[in-house]
């Protein structure tokens, strides 16, 4: 138990930076797609917040670029809601609206009434009108969706693509041909091209070398951002690590990321599973 | 020191915790069962879309569609939650949104780290029809205009009563032969009959038979008669389809229908089979499918001519031609009487999920015949969420034989006097309903020319199939069965010979034909 805790506290020599937004990640649909979110009503004043729920919800777990009803207003015009309505749900007049807000795709958000509240969530094509995949969830008179239904119904509707996010590791250790390891996964010797990984996660990062002090550190990596790792590996001759000056002064640091992450990662397994039918 | 130690014993916590969340995801793979015969086959069809929907215990169901080009290439269908007893339903739709296939899985465990396969027999909501000498079977997925609408399956025997079993697999199909009453299976994947395995030897007088949801039993109802015990015969399915024959026979005079939940069967004791409120005296009898026991009993003082039972296992609703109404009734609580909707001459029901729906009759008016009348409504009873429909008035066309001169004909056309819906089974999604109806059409005497009637008073009876769109009250398939008329010779009329004539959209089975007698739906609702 002591040695693990010893080996936890290499974490110094982590240093986390934040690079901004990478590339767009080449997949079909492209995950980083305009998305105009827009809301028809017919005969309801349920859920009055429902696709600016949406919305928020694409824009909080997507790499989507996500057009809600004031953008799209913006850029439409005032006669918006008007002319949605006008369409009366018709995908070819909803996708004409999202052409001419330069969007690819229209997620359209139904609410109507058959005696309970009936939500629909359509991803229309705008080139073409096609509808891609529509989901309806009767809800009763008085129940708004909490984020979390919502969002299991946007994780419905739309590619699951869109909801796979990456990172980037970029580890640069002060020795070359030390073994580097991402979990239980081998990925190679230092030095190394940058890892891409899923993200939000927290990977923990192991480095060995022989005659040197094993590396291991664990680290958050926030979605569309370069996580730098800096390892240092000290040879097992000079004095031991732990018996530096500046290795309580950062431990502190890390340590406390480290507790963050432990609270997101509680949130348990998946609440949900992926579902289809094989080819025939 | 020690504000450090606690620390990094927090760090222990996120290394375990991390690795909890490197276990893979599960899956869940629909495994298509497709009947064996492609002529069968969904598939052969244009499917457009694909519709999943989920029901967990307690849950409202919800449902996801996805578009298609090609079934055959696989279909990611979303995301489904994690959960116990979780049933899936599949429904494929053409592009212009009809129902061409569909399958029901059993209950699932849906984990968030295992694969889980998913076997759904998915086949075409194919109508089945008894009275004839063998099974006649519409293709609900067809309109009447295509030339293979129709078929049949010939199991030996006549075929009287037909139910397919929940699970899709098999029709359960009761003849009655020169060897009397006996049971046999169909494939619902070759139409043919399972001859591995051997009939089973029923009573007589079969009147109706129903599987319970979950598969286990099925049950035949029997009329009493001098040659034989009325009650109901419960059998052991999975017995039945292994080969082995296991039969509890619960006696009860005069069972005319029967409706089965998980649990109980729910015996139609002196069941109504005539036009309006008929004098008879009905109940209905609750038999526990395990022990045989009989009760608690609904009685009526008056006939009643249907009953379905809800999910729930304890709601019934029943068809009162003499209330006019669909009325539910908790069986264990029999002083609660709901009347759910009003139906003039109620005379079928059908539960499908959580929705009843009724076929009644309105009586004709001096300009227009009897019109049949559909209403949905939930079991719940929620009035705001009614629908209420009416078919074009009934009509038949009598012909007169008199004439023989090429290019001469008449024809009376008669409207209903009498009208009567006995089956309704209603097709998966509710997006079609069949019905068996039988109708009296009676014409006055009229003209004189010499003291004599020109066309004589007569009288034209009438079975026929109907397939229904409910939403627009169109009907895509109508075949008459049978037609009869009579007419008055004794007063000379000009006109003395008649025949059934023909609607231009009605498919006529040639005389003498027969009557029908069962109608059920692939993993429809009765």
Known sequence: MIRARYRLAQLVAVALVLLGALPALAQKPNPKRKVAVLEFRKGSAALPSAAAISAKLLRKQTSLEVMDADDARKKYGSHLGRDVFACQGATRCIARIGRKLGASEVLLVGVSEFGDVILTLQRISARNGRVLTRIAEALAHDAEPTAKAMTRYLKRVMPKSDFIRYGVVRIKANVNDAEVFLGDHRKGVTPISPLRVRAPATYKIHLTKPGFVPFTASVDVPPEAVVKVEPTLVPRTTPAWYKRWWVAAIAGTIVVGAVAIGASSLQGPANDVPVRIPPQ | ?526
């Open chain 2, 1 to 526: 020191m020690l504000a450090q130690r606690a620390k990094l014993t927090a760090c222990l916590v996120v290394i375990s915790v991390f690795e909890m969340a490197c276990l893979g995801e599960g899956s869940v793979e629909v495994k298509l069962q497709l009947p064996e015969d492609p002529d069968l086959s969904p598939l052969q069809l244009n499917i457009g879309e694909v519709t999943l929907m989920t029901e967990m215990p307690g849950e409202p169901a919800h449902s996801q569609s996805q578009q298609v080009l090609d079934v055959s290439d696989g279909v990611d269908l979303g995301r489904i939650d994690v959960g116990d007893d979780v049933k899936l339903t599949l429904s494929m739709a053409s592009p212009s949104q009809r129902l061409v296939g569909f399958g029901r899985s059993a209950p699932v465990s849906v984990e968030a780290d295992s694969d889980v396969v998913v076997p759904i027999n998915v086949r075409r909501p194919f109508v089945y029809m008894t009275g004839g000498l063998n099974i006649t079977v519409f293709d609900s997925t067809q309109d009447q205009e295509s030339a293979d609408y129709q078929s049949a399956i010939g199991v030996g025997g006549s075929p009287v009563l037909v139910a397919p079993t929940p699970d899709g697999a098999d029709l359960a199909v009761v003849s009655v032969g020169g060897n009397g009453t006996f049971l046999s299976l169909v494939s619902t994947s070759t139409h043919t009959r399972r001859d591995e395995i051997p009939p089973v030897a029923l009573g007589p007088y079969p009147t109706d038979v129903a599987v319970s949801p979950d598969n286990r039993f099925l049950v035949v109802a029997h009329e009493e008669n001098p040659g034989g015990q009325g009650g109901l015969s419960v059998i052991d399915l999975a017995a039945a389809r292994s080969g082995a024959s296991s039969i509890q026979f619960v006696p009860l005079a005069g069972v005319g229908g029967v409706v089965v939940s998980n649990e109980r069967a729910f015996a139609l004791v002196g069941r109504a089979t005539d036009f309006g409120c008929p004098q008879d005296v009905s109940s209905v009898v609750a038999v526990d499918l395990n022990s045989g026991a009989t009760g608690p009993t609904v009685s009526f003082d008056h006939g009643i001519h249907d009953v379905a039972v809800a999910r729930d296992g304890h709601t019934i609703v029943v068809a009162d031609s003499c209330d006019d109404s669909l009325i539910s009734i908790d069986v264990d609580d029999d002083a609660s009487r709901v009347p759910l909707a009003s139906l003039t001459d109620a005379s079928a029901v059908a539960i499908v999920n959580d929705r009843v729906w009724g076929v009644g009759t309105k009586a004709p008016t001096l300009t227009e015949g009897a019109r049949l009348e559909l209403v949905s409504i939930p079991v719940s009873g929620n009035m705001d969420e009614m629908t209420r429909v009416a078919l074009p008035p009934a009509e038949e066309r009598a012909k007169s034989n008199s004439f023989n001169t090429p290019g001469q004909r008449a024809q009376q056309v008669l409207d209903a006097d009498a009208l009567i819906a006995y089956e309704l089974a209603v097709v998966p999604g509710a997006g079609h309903i069949a019905l068996l109806t039988r109708s009296v059409f009676q014409g006055e005497e009229s003209g004189d020319l010499g003291g004599f009637p020109i066309i004589p008073q007569m009288e034209l009876r009438s079975w026929e199939y109907l397939l229904v769109n409910a939403a627009t009250t169109s009907i895509v398939q109508r075949q008459r069965t049978k037609c009869t008329v009579e007419w008055d010779s004794f007063s000379l009329p000009w006109l003395d010979d008649w025949e059934c004539g023909s609607l231009p959209e009605q498919d006529v089975v040639a005389a003498p034909g027969y009557e029908p007698l069962k109608i059920s739906v692939l993993y429809g609702a009765k």
